[in-house]
Nanobody
Framework: QVQLVESGGGLVQAGGSLRLSCDAS????????MGWFRQAPGKEREFVAA????????SYTDSVKGRFTISRDNAKNTLYLQMNSLTPEDTAVYYC?????????????????WGPGTQVTVSS
């Protein structure tokens, strides 16, 4: 069982930056893919980014490409999401997720463990 806890959310002005972290309670096994999703009010939870165990492969949704960077530190059991040039459209609850497979997927059903989420609010 893997427990995930996000942190780093908050209120930021448009154009600003935030760095989200996700701490895993136990060592995520070699091969686990990690991802970030977000859910805005009244909308479905959507894929944001994912990264393989080694970090050699990443994937981003089009709306965040060039602005967000996903990374991980396996020694610290921590996943990160650096978010730059934030816009009000990025306002959402951000969730960390772990997938017990090595391949990257963008579907919610492809991930096995979830954190409780952290709120990100971008003001205009």
């Amino acid at each position: 069982q893997v427990q995930l806890v996000e942190s780093g959310g908050g209120l930021v002005q448009a154009g600003g930056s935030l760095r989200l972290s996700c701490d895993a309670s136990a060592r995520t096994r070699i091969g686990y893919t990690m991802g970030w999703f977000r859910q805005a009010p009244g909308k479905e939870r959507e894929f944001v980014a994912a990264i393989t165990w080694s970090g050699s492969s990443t994937s981003y949704t089009d709306s965040v490409k060039g602005r967000f960077t996903i990374s991980r530190d396996n020694a610290k059991n921590t996943l990160y999401l650096q978010m730059n040039s934030l816009t009000p459209e990025d306002t959402a609850v951000y969730y960390c997720a772990a997938r017990i497979m090595a391949t990257i997927r963008q579907g919610r059903a492809d991930y096995n463990y979830w954190g409780p989420g952290t709120q990100v609010t971008v003001s205009s």
